[in-house]
């Protein structure tokens, strides 16, 4: 089992510019987050999906952020007109969805992205 | 609004002390409490976990303790090693089907041999 692969590992793009990101989930898992960790505010939950279908996207920043979920092997994350606050590691997680709490998050390393 | 809240936000210790972790939430609705650890580099991991149903959950040197009616929990590490230096975090989720997980901001341990 390969776990959650995020690429790329790192990436440093210009202010203003668009960053794209990639997450492949364990096969078999039918849920998929994605997470913004930073010193500052810690792991920010941005959007969950679950059998590719969107399910909470509250955590998104509404105009420059989206997220989609193509087919049941990989998600991506897309920041348009990146700015230096969008400055954060960004994690993918995957779990198996049984309907109830208990579940376990399985991460990715996350993906870097340095705005400068 | 936090609902997951983390203490002390740094912690250092010497080899061999017991480490405390704290950890409060809000929402009473929340029944599953996982404690994940993070090195550098790496995405977190889930360490050990326990359900409100109980107030105590041991694997080795990693203890949860939980009080309900005071909505805190705390994780202990015994006997500290220096691989144990990490960033723990606890976690909370809801038997409602949604399945979303609420973290705390994190707690740095460093473990000075």
């Known amino acids: 089992n390969a776990g959650v692969i995020q690429t790329p590992r790192h990436k440093v793009t210009g202010k203003g510019q668009e960053a794209t990101l990639w997450c492949e989930p364990i096969?078999?898992?039918?849920?998929v987050f994605w997470y913004r960790q930073t010193i500052v505010q810690g792991l920010e939950f941005l959007t969950y999906f679950r059998n590719q279908a969107p399910i909470d996207d509250s955590g998104m920043p509404k105009e420059r952020f989206s997220a989609q979920m193509p087919n049941q092997s990989h998600s991506t994350l897309k920041i348009q007109s990146t700015q230096p606050q969008d400055s954060a590691v960004y994690l993918c997680?995957?779990?198996?969805?049984?309907?109830?709490?208990?579940?376990?998050?399985?991460f990715g390393e996350g993906s870097r992205l340095i705005v400068v | 609004q936090q609902q997951v809240r983390q203490s002390p936000q740094s912690l250092t210790v010497w080899e061999g002390e017991t480490a405390i972790l704290n950890c409060s939430y809000e929402?009473?609705?929340?029944?599953?409490f996982p404690w994940y650890q993070q090195f550098p580099g790496e995405g977190p991991a889930l360490l050990i976990a326990?359900?409100?149903?109980?107030d105590k959950k041991e694997d080795g040197r990693f203890t949860i303790f939980f009080n309900k009616r005071e909505k805190k929990l705390s994780l202990h590490i015994t006997d500290s090693q220096p691989g144990d230096s990490a960033t723990y975090f606890c976690a909370a989720s809801a038997n409602t089907g949604y399945q979303n997980f609420y973290f705390g901001k994190g707690t740095s341990l460093t473990v000075i041999p």
């Open positions: 997680a995957s779990s198996l969805y049984r309907g109830s709490s208990g579940n376990t998050l399985y």
């Open positions: 096969s078999g898992h039918s849920a």
């Open positions: 929402n009473s609705a929340f029944d599953y």
């Open positions: 326990i359900r409100s149903v109980s």
